[in-house]
């Protein structure tokens, strides 16, 4: 007998009499003999279906719930994102698993999301941060429990839906923070800042691990490896920095509440080595977005400098998001549509000849059956979605040659009287911005940029209060906004930034190439003597987000800003400091 069978057969005879905790160790143990898993793969546990989420083991009170878990639903796969930080070994364990789940030909998707679920319903968020702030049941917000500095979420008469209330009609509710990827803070805590290897093999390389698994491998020289089924991300909030590798792959769905922002920079970071410095200098290129090409510039160092936040049209309109599909509850409809699709082995039309026993099938063409497959997943997001990135409709019908020269909004040669609007003008505050500062991006030098702006802000005693010039007052205030932004980030970190795009801008670079650099010049951020990291991990600030006082409080707490920077503005900042840090 094998010695995984042995396993087996232990298992049979003692599960009934063993403790959860005995029976997970004996499962990992089991896959690791069977699969040489990484010992990281089993910090990202599965999860069973009678139970939403794997919670804190109530055996061990200091044990905490993981980051992620992941759950069958039919022919696809959930990885529910529970925390907003992953841990460093969670890291490497994601990448594992999804880099797994993603070559099994028995499944048809993996689907990323935060959890959406309602709590009433099986769903315990008690030790969830990634959903809370977002919802309530319909009724549970009465004007006492406003008042009440720790008040908790009310039962709402157990009414069998939600309400979506956002921070404008409710004080206190704000989005979720669904990924930000790792905490900076406890990778100071641990020391791990100081040693560039395990800082590099702990952090580094899983994240742009996670990246690479996410994205998918489809070099078929590697067929250990081969990537096969679509990864899904449905990110319902916000996502910064790190978290960015989770939406890399096949596609990405926005919702009403998805946004990303690039944060680092307020803690004397760069870019992590997710190929953001690959991505953004090259919005609009993927999806033929050929007017948000012309500003991709521009995005870019909106996002990257300013800390500029993309909502979901944003995304969309740049091809940082595949896909819009308007309300949360669609990944209910996304999961149950997945489940009933064939997995990706089943996706064929013409089946394998029948052989002997001993006989190996010989291959004697292409498999014709490759253009098959994934296609029912991909028209499925297509049906669900309102508009996607390459700009079609909400039927899934590719109408740009159908469509009026002149607005490209209604279809040609139809009376004027019945014409429908098939598009609706889709708006971009990034890219409308980009495109009014365009001559600031012009400039050579992070210090050229910030005098640019300042020049435009200072019009604004020019025209305010004169009537008709509205726009232009808007525009100077947009401008100060911008500056200031840029102003409380760490000058190094901008700079080093700023240098990481320009170089990631060459047609020459490639993603692995920009994720090598990112991850060099991170590094030597974080364990730079009395660098600007640490001064910010030193001080316990945070960088102003709003976080709840609890996970349960509807009463919001404004996170401080470090501002003792090494150096006190980017003309402080040598060129020779900029090299050292990107390595020339």
């Not at 594992?96 to 499944?107: F, H, K, M, V």
Request: hydrophobic share 35%.
């Amino acid at each position: 007998m094998t010695t995984s069978n042995a396993y087996r057969k232990a298992l049979s005879r003692f599960s009934p009499r063993l403790s959860k905790s005995s029976l997970t160790r004996l499962s990992n143990e089991l896959e690791q003999l069977m699969t040489s898993a990484p010992n990281a793969a089993f910090t990202i546990p599965e999860s069973v279906r009678h139970n939403p989420f794997v919670l804190r083991n109530a055996e061990d009170a200091s044990a905490t719930s993981p980051g992620a878990v992941v759950r069958s639903i039919g022919t696809s796969r959930r990885v529910f994102l529970l925390n907003t930080a992953l841990t460093l070994p969670e890291i490497q364990g994601l990448a594992y698993r999804i880099r797994t789940l993603s070559s099994n030909d028995a499944i048809n998707s993996i689907v990323l999301a935060n959890p959406l679920e309602d709590a009433e319903y099986d769903g315990d968020m008690s030790e969830n941060e990634t959903v809370l702030p977002m919802f309530m049941e319909e009724g549970g917000l009465s004007e006492s429990t406003l008042g009440e500095k720790n008040a908790t979420w009310g039962d709402g008469g157990r009414k069998p839906f939600l309400r979506h209330v956002m921070d404008e009609t409710t004080e206190g509710l704000g989005v979720p923070y669904v990924s930000c990827g790792y905490d900076a803070q406890s990778v100071f805590e641990s020391g791990w800042h100081k040693e560039k290897e395990e800082l590099d093999r702990l952090l580094m390389t899983p994240l742009m691990e996670l990246t690479e698994a996410v994205r998918g491998d489809f070099d078929k020289s590697e067929k250990q490896t081969l990537s096969r089924v679509p990864v899904i991300t449905v990110p319902h909030g916000l996502v910064t920095d790190g978290g960015y590798a989770l939406l890399g792959g096949s596609y990405a769905l926005a919702t009403d509440a998805t946004s990303f922002r690039i944060l680092n920079p307020m803690r004397g970071l760069a870019l992590d080595p997710v190929g953001l410095s690959y991505l953004l200098p090259r919005l609009g290129y993927e999806f033929a977005q050929v007017a948000v090409a012309r500003h991709a510039w521009g995005c870019a160092l909106l996002l990257a400098l300013t800390g500029c936040e993309a909502n979901h049209a944003d995304l969309v309109s740049t091809g940082l998001a595949t896909h819009y599909i308007g309300g949360p509850y669609k990944l209910n409809m996304l999961e149950r549509g997945l489940m009933d699709l064939n997995s990706y082995d089943g996706q064929r039309l013409k089946r394998n000849p029948k052989k002997f026993y001993g006989h190996e099938h010989e291959v004697t063409g292409p498999d014709i059956n490759d253009q098959y497959r994934n296609v029912a997943v991909g028209n499925l997001i297509q049906n669900l979605s309102e508009y996607d990135a390459a700009g079609a409709d909400e039927y899934g019908c590719y109408l740009r040659s159908e469509l009026d020269d002149e607005e490209q909004l209604f279809i040609k040669e139809r009376d004027p009287k019945d014409r429908i609007q098939i598009y609706g003008e889709l708006v971009s505050p990034l890219v409308n911005w980009a495109a009014t500062f365009s001559t600031a991006w012009e400039e050579d030098s992070v210090e050229g940029i910030m005098e640019r702006l300042r020049a435009i802000a200072s019009t604004k005693a020019e025209y305010e209060g004169k009537p008709g010039y509205e726009e232009d007052v808007a525009v100077a205030e947009q401008a100060q906004y911008f500056v200031s932004s840029m102003e409380q980030r760490s000058p190094l970190a901008l700079k080093v930034t700023y240098e990481l795009l320009c170089r990631g801008a060459d047609e020459d670079e490639t993603l692995r190439s920009c994720m090598q650099r990112e991850k060099s010049s991170q590094m030597k951020l974080f364990s730079k003597d009395n660098g600007d990291f640490i001064r910010w991990a030193q001080s316990g600030q945070g960088v102003g987000l709003t976080r709840m006082q609890g996970k349960a409080s509807l009463i919001r707490e404004q996170e401080g800003v470090f501002a003792g920077w090494k150096h006190k503005s980017v003309r402080n900042v040598s060129n020779d400091e900029v090299a050292e840090i990107l390595g020339d």
